[in-house]
């Protein structure tokens, strides 16, 4: 397939790429996520988007919050386990404008999760970086454990959300001047949180520190997000199973950065793939196979 267009379309934020011959041609990107559209539908934002781009001559793919309940469509998610290639064979289509790829689910008493987008940068990692686990940070990060190109199981852990929530409509963050980046706060975050089994006791400590003079009240952030990462990465090593090939962090690189340091400080080796080349790797081996 060398004309396709993919679109991820998230909660907040909407991405889209042309290619043709094997190559991007045009970017577009926009905040209308799911959750911002206003008074606009789905069909709209997407002809707003493509606007100019040949969407009836070629496949258009899109993955991501777009097919949850709160999207253009609900499409159904594919259980766990699940081998990634039956991705390409339960696309949904839109209106006849559009696929949308399905997501993943796990359902079990002592498990439940869902995930949407990140499917597809699996499809493309285990191509471009195989691996028995991933970590895709994010606002809600998964933990995936993989047996080849297949998806055996999964976690989520709302670090960002709880990171932004804390900072933002919390005691913790009341009163806080602009923060400013700090690699030791940071650190000393890290510390903390990957040695402490619950970190719940801790939160409060954040806000006294700062209260007594005991930590700067300017790197009140990257502490926190330090203390957080720090202990998701401990926590969740220790209750996945994994060989020891590196674990695969599959994002952008401020995000991957600090992944990588904080699973370096607990003795473990990880190696980054960059999000989008990974999604557009993923949108790229579906549009083969419906081109096929």
Not at 38 to 51: E, H, L, S, W
Not at 143 to 158: K, L
Not at 177 to 199: C, K, M, N, T, Y
Not at 219 to 247: C, K, N, W, Y
Request: some cysteine; glycine content about 8%; aromatic content about 6%.
């Amino acid at each position: 397939m060398t004309r396709y267009i993919a679109i991820d379309w998230g909660s907040t934020n909407l991405r889209a790429w042309y290619y043709r011959a094997g190559e991007c041609v045009d970017e577009r990107r926009s905040e209308a996520g799911v959750t911002r559209l206003g008074d606009r539908t789905p069909a709209q934002v997407f002809a707003t988007i493509t606007d100019g781009w040949p969407v009836a001559e070629v496949p258009v793919i899109m993955a991501g919050m777009v097919g949850s309940n709160a999207g253009w469509l609900a499409v159904p998610y594919l259980a766990c386990p699940v081998a990634l290639n039956a991705l390409s064979d339960r696309l949904t289509c839109v209106e006849g404008k559009a696929w949308i790829v399905p997501g993943l689910s796990v359902e079990r008493d002592d498990n439940y999760n869902v995930m949407r987008g990140e499917e597809t940068q699996l499809l493309g990692a285990v191509t471009l970086q195989p691996a028995p686990l991933y970590v895709m940070p994010g606002t809600h990060a998964k933990w995936v454990q993989m047996e080849q190109d297949r998806v055996i199981d999964f976690r989520t852990v709302m670090t960002g959300e709880l990171h932004h929530l804390l900072l933002k409509q919390s005691l913790i963050g009341a009163g806080l001047p602009a923060q400013e980046a700090s690699p030791d706060a940071f650190r000393d975050g890290l510390q903390i949180g990957s040695h402490d089994r619950s970190i719940l006791a801790r939160l409060f400590e954040v806000r006294a520190a700062h209260v007594l003079g005991a930590r700067d009240r300017r790197h009140i952030s990257d502490f926190l997000s330090g203390l957080l990462i720090g202990h998701e990465v401990a926590q969740m090593t220790q209750q996945l199973t994994h060989s020891r090939q590196p674990i695969v962090i599959i994002a952008g690189s401020a995000l991957a950065q600090r992944y990588q340091q904080a699973l370096a400080f607990i003795g473990t080796d990880s190696v980054t793939l960059e999000g989008d080349r990974a999604f557009q790797h993923g949108i790229r081996s579906i549009a083969h196979v419906l081109a096929h």
